[in-house]
Structure formats: structure tokens, C-alpha cells
């Protein structure tokens, strides 16, 4: 490692997998490859768990999904797609304290993540668009039907096609991180080329920036829609107050899954870019595991967002029935005194 830094001053604008040895050794400490091991582990299981649950709930009741829900059922489905094909191979690998499946499984791993994560990203800009038509622009606001919406699923799969298999064709590749025990998109190739900054530049452009605007956009929107509008509301009837607060619902699950999913890998993609653009190696190895396993945490977050919105929706609605319900009664209980009483009155008349 020494000998080959001092050969060439150009040695250090070199990728870490071609200047190493051996690219797939951990370099961590024994201890934090298991602490990490067990992290992954954890957030595994209960990503695969909550997901496989979101996807079972809904298969059961698929005819009754609105376009918006099969979205949501649609990011389940990457989440727990990163679940059971990628996350195995990183916790096994860190528990070995190397990464153990040689180049063809770290191309297999970075495809994997980024088509996943891809798909998870188009999605949640469709779901955005939704809910901006549907609550910005009433006379659009119908456009997504379920029909659409599976076109839309298809079109969503082939954009992360293309892009996550962009990589293999040549134009870049994947490649492991530099502390050994995980992969990712081959972000080093913009320190090479021309060419390869171009690919990163796109890459960054259409599978980050561009669907981030429109998320932040729609929900901006939203949300200064929302404020303007919500006094007129209280003023129609109950059908339509209630289908807002049905919009509402799903609006909400829609922002705080965006906001789970941005937060979450947000400061790897910053990291990612420094490494990109950056001076080489100017990101320590241990600081560059954090965002790693924090971005990988992203696919638990969704279905606790999910069910504890239906949780407060279900508790709402069974408020609500239980009100109706005791208006009912008292309704009944009247009336029922009041045909008593004439009926006891027809009695002493006879």
C-alpha cells in the first residue's frame, strides 16, 4: 500500500479498488464489522417482516387499493426487494470481515441497491404528482386511475432498468466501497474521466436531483393549497369532508415516507458525490460506513409510517362511529317514548 502511493504522484487520483491489493478486505475493526453485522440484521428482519406485511394486507384486499395505495404497496415491494436479495450479502460479508462473493456478486449487490432504490425514488415522485393533482388542480385530479397507475408501475420498473443496468454496459460499473464489505455504484470513475464524470453527472441528475424537485415541489404546493383551502372545506358536506380527510391520509403517508427515504440517504449521496468530486480519500473509511448503514435503514421506516397513520384513522373512525352511534340511540330512545306515549293515549281514548 505504501510503496504503491510513493511510485506516482497520480497513484492517489487512482480508484481505492485498483490501488489496494485486495479491494474486498474489510478495513475495519473485527468489532465493527459485527456491531454493523448485527445492525444489518436487525433492520433486515424487521424491514422484511413490515414489508412482507404491507404486501400481504394488500394482496388480500387488491380490488379495493385506490391508485395512490398501490404506489405505497409498490415501495413495499422495493423494500422488501432490498430486503431478501441485497441486505443477506452485506450481513453475511461483515460478519466475515471481507466481502466473500467476488466481483460478480458486487456487481449483482450494486444493481440490486440501485434499482430498488431507483425504483423507490420514481415512485414516490409519482405518488407526489397524485397527490398534487388531487388536491391543487381539481379539474386533473382524477387522471391516475388503477388502470394508469399499473402503467405507471411499468413505466417505473423500465426507468430503473435502464438506469441501474446502465453500469454493466461498459459506460460505468459498480464497485466496493472503499471499507471493503459492501457495494455500490462506481462513483470514483468521475476522478478518471471525462466520460465518467459525465455518467455520474447523469446519473445524479435523473435518479436523485430531478425526482427530488418534484417530491419538494408537489408537497410545497400541497401544502400552501392545503392552508388556503382547509376553511372551505368545513363548510360542504359530509361526503366531501370526508373524502378530504381521506386525501389527507394518504397525503400524509405520502410526505413522511419521502421524508424517511431523503433523510435517510441523503448524507450518503452527499458523501458519495464528495468521493466523486473530491479530493480522494478526503472522507475517512470509518466516517463512510455511517451514511452507508443509515441509508440501508430506509426500507424499515415505510411500514411503520403506514400503519401508524391507519392506526390514528382507524381510531378516528371508530370515535367518529361510536358518536354516530350514540346519536343514534338517543335518536331511537325518543322515538320510541313518543310512540309510547301516543300509544297509551289511543288506548285511554278506546
Known amino acids: ?91 453475511i460479508s461483515f460478519f466475515s470481515h471481507r466481502w466473500i462473493f467476488g466481483w460478480i456478486g458486487c456487481r449483482w449487490y450494486g444493481w440490486v441497491g440501485f434499482f430498488f432504490g431507483c425504483g423507490s425514488l420514481i415512485t414516490m415522485m409519482t405518488v407526489s404528482l397524485d397527490r398534487y393533482l388531487k388536491i391543487c ?82 408537497y410545497v404546493k400541497i401544502i400552501l393549497k392545503v392552508k388556503s383551502s382547509s376553511k372551505e372545506v368545513a363548510h360542504f358536506d359530509t361526503r366531501i369532508q370526508n373524502s378530504h380527510q381521506l386525501e389527507m391520509k394518504l397525503t400524509k403517508v405520502a410526505v413522511l415516507i419521502c421524508a424517511g427515504f431523503l433523510i435517510a440517504w441523503i448524507p450518503y449521496a452527499v458523501v458519495s458525490v464528495w468521493s466523486a468530486f473530491g479530493h480522494p480519500d478526503s472522507v475517512p473509511i470509518p466516517l463512510s460506513v455511517v451514511p452507508t448503514l443509515f441509508a440501508k435503514s430506509a426500507a424499515m421506516y415505510n411500514p411503520i409510517i403506514y400503519q401508524v397513520i391507519n392506526c390514528k384513522s382507524a381510531c378516528c373512525r371508530a370515535r367518529g362511529s361510536k358518536a354516530l352511534q350514540k346519536k343514534s340511540t338517543s335518536q331511537n330512545t325518543r322515538l320510541n317514548t313518543i310512540s309510547t306515549n301516543r300509544m297509551s293515549t289511543a288506548v285511554d281514548e278506546t
Open 137 to 218: 388542480h381539481l379539474s386533473y385530479g382524477t387522471w391516475l386511475k388503477r388502470h394508469h397507475a399499473f402503467m405507471c408501475l411499468v413505466a417505473i420498473w423500465a426507468y430503473a432498468s435502464f438506469w441501474a443496468t446502465m453500469p454493466l454496459t461498459g459506460v460505468g460499473n459498480y464497485a466496493p466501497e472503499p471499507f471493503g464489505t459492501s457495494c455500490t455504484l462506481d462513483w470514483w470513475l468521475a476522478q478518471s474521466s471525462v466520460a465518467g464524470q459525465a455518467f455520474i453527472l447523469n446519473i445524479l441528475f435523473f435518479c436523485l436531483v430531478f425526482p427530488t424537485a418534484v417530491i419538494v415541489f408537489s
Open 1 to 91: 500500500m505504501t510503496s504503491n502511493h510513493s511510485s506516482s504522484p497520480q497513484d492517489e487520483y487512482l480508484p481505492h479498488y485498483i490501488r489496494d491489493e485486495d479491494p474486498f478486505t474489510s478495513k475495519l475493526s473485527k468489532e465493527a464489522d459485527i456491531a454493523a453485522g448485527f445492525y444489518l440484521t436487525i433492520v433486515g428482519v424487521l424491514s422484511t417482516l413490515g414489508n412482507g406485511y404491507v404486501i400481504f394486507i394488500s394482496a388480500r384486499h387488491k380490488k379495493k387499493l385506490k391508485p395512490a395505495e398501490i404506489m405505497t404497496v409498490n415501495l413495499a415491494v422495493c423494500d422488501f426487494g432490498i430486503s431478501v436479495s441485497g441486505k443477506p450479502f452485506s450481513i
